[in-house]
């Protein structure tokens, strides 16, 4: 879930607004939530290891319980993949010339191994008002909610004016797994195509003792994409070392790409997101920003704001050695040496013109190669008040005075593959997590139990208020 992580630190700044009170969930349909949450959790869909189609199936079947029919749901998997299948539902609207919309979540959740855990990582703990457990937010939290949503729907009779989709996808969090996201905008877009999606990536932040800070909305991401560095020589024994080492002439091109900065860049969304910040800091920071979105080759301002890892990186395409592989015996002269090189590429800018950068950087005596999977080129959504505006709405009547801010995430999400085929993707506020990140990606997962209740209740009405 990569989401709204960039922004934690630099949105301290902003006032705190209400405090999440401790609630038993007992209303009917609560349970019924937990029931579909506590199975999807507790369902192992580590790829690879779990099984994604089993959770798309038991999903299926409760929508099929609720009164969907078998033309309402698709489930789809690849003979290559048979674990990593998805599904799509469908909610016909009244109003056929209205466009629709899509929810869309992922299944799969990053590995767990039980030894490192406090707790069963595959199964579903309440203690000290929070669930514990892989996918408790990531992503199953929204999965949970988008098919609880249209269950609800349909149990209630509600007919929305425009067609609501869902796409409950695998893969999104495995690099080279089969993407139901990708493989759906290829081979059925007319299924999943939409005015706009809404997706994860968004959310809400507390601080340690439970305050509500903020919302978010993502609008944009970066793209994600891998070069190998490698270098080759000869070797020899290590008695009677040369000038010339695949070692050093990595280390050289490695240290390259470390002493450069991609060119400071501003879409509409990281425009009205550092305005904003600027604004809450205020002070030499607040000054800095000021200066940079009047003249982004100001490197003075730069470095004041680059100060913050965060901005930093949500300022340009950032790209950084990950891993390195080197020579073959302790009492020789290498003969190769890789280092795999991550960038996180601004919106809009390619894979092979930065390809091209870090060639320069590295130098004749590097070969630089770009790694499949290749990611399309980021493309910014717009920042429509369409969408924004009925985000804002519906959360000051769940959420008065907590301020929403847009942001563009510097991590990836599925949403990239919808923006390619022509399909703006959201990452929808109403989610609060702690300033830590509940554990997300790491060791015992977590949200706040109420958290997760009042998300739902926000992106419940918030989809009606988008379809109605």
């Known amino acids: 879930m990569p989401k709204v992580r960039t922004t934690c630190v630099s949105l301290g700044v902003l006032a705190l607004a209400g405090a999440l009170p401790a609630a038993a969930q007992t209303r009917p349909d609560q349970k019924s939530f937990f029931g579909l949450y506590k199975e999807l959790v507790e369902t192992n869909t580590v790829v690879d ?32 993949h048979p674990k990593d299948g998805g599904l799509v539902a469908v909610l016909a609207g009244s109003d056929a010339a209205a466009k629709p919309m899509l929810l869309l979540g992922h299944l799969d959740v990053v590995a767990a191994k039980r030894a490192d855990w406090v707790r069963d990582p595959f199964r579903l703990v309440e203690e000290g008002g929070y669930y514990y457990a892989r996918g408790t937010v990531d992503d199953k939290a929204m999965a949970a909610i988008w098919a609880d949503t249209f269950i609800r729907f349909r149990k209630e009779g509600y007919r929305p004016r425009r067609t609501i989709k869902l796409a409950l996808t695998c893969g999104e969090e495995t690099t080279f797994a089969f993407n139901g996201a990708q493989w759906l905008a290829k081979n059925k877009p007319d299924l999943i195509a939409a005015e706009f999606a809404l997706n994860e990536g968004g959310g809400g932040r507390t601080d340690a003792a439970g305050n509500r800070q903020l919302l978010a909305v993502q609008v944009g991401e970066k793209a994600a994409q891998n070069y190998t560095f490698t270098t080759t020589n000869p070797g020899g024994h290590s008695s009677q070392p040369i000038p010339a080492n695949a070692i050093y002439e990595l280390a050289d091109a490695l240290k390259a790409v470390q002493g450069y900065e991609f060119p400071v860049k501003f879409t509409d969304t990281t425009r009205a ?18 200066r940079l979105l009047a003249n982004p080759n100001d490197k003075g301002a730069d470095a004041i704001v680059s100060r913050d890892k965060a901005m930093h990186s949500t300022l340009r395409t950032t790209c950084v050695a990950t891993l390195v592989n080197a020579g073959h015996a302790e009492n020789a002269l290498p003969q190769k040496a890789t280092a795999n090189v991550n960038c996180r590429i601004f919106p809009g800018e390619t894979v092979e013109a930065t390809a091209a950068k870090l060639k320069e950087l590295a130098g004749p005596k590097v070969t630089v190669t770009t790694n499949q999977p290749v990611r399309p080129v980021a493309v910014p959504p717009p920042l429509d008040p369409k969408i924004t505006g009925p985000m804002e709405a519906v959360a000051k009547t769940h959420f008065p005075g907590v301020p929403l801010l847009p942001l563009m995430s510097t991590g990836a999400t599925d949403g990239i593959f919808l923006e390619a085929i022509g399909i703006p993707v959201y990452g929808a506020p109403g989610i609060f997590i702690d300033p830590d990140f509940g554990g997300i990606h790491g060791l015992n997962e977590r949200i706040r139990v109420k958290s997760l209740y009042d998300g739902r209740d926000y992106l419940y009405d918030l989809v009606k208020a988008y379809a109605g």
Not at 277 to 288: F, H, I, M, P
Request: hydrophobic content about 45%; glycine content about 16%.
């Open 273 to 290: 997101f550092f305005a904003m910040t600027a604004k809450g800091q205020g002070g030499e920071v607040g000054a800095a920003i000021t």
């Open 49 to 80: 290891e779990g099984s994604c189609t089993q959770a798309a199936g038991q999903i299926a079947a409760r929508l099929k319980a609720a009164g969907f029919t078998d033309g309402d749901v698709t489930l789809f998997s690849v003979p290559d």
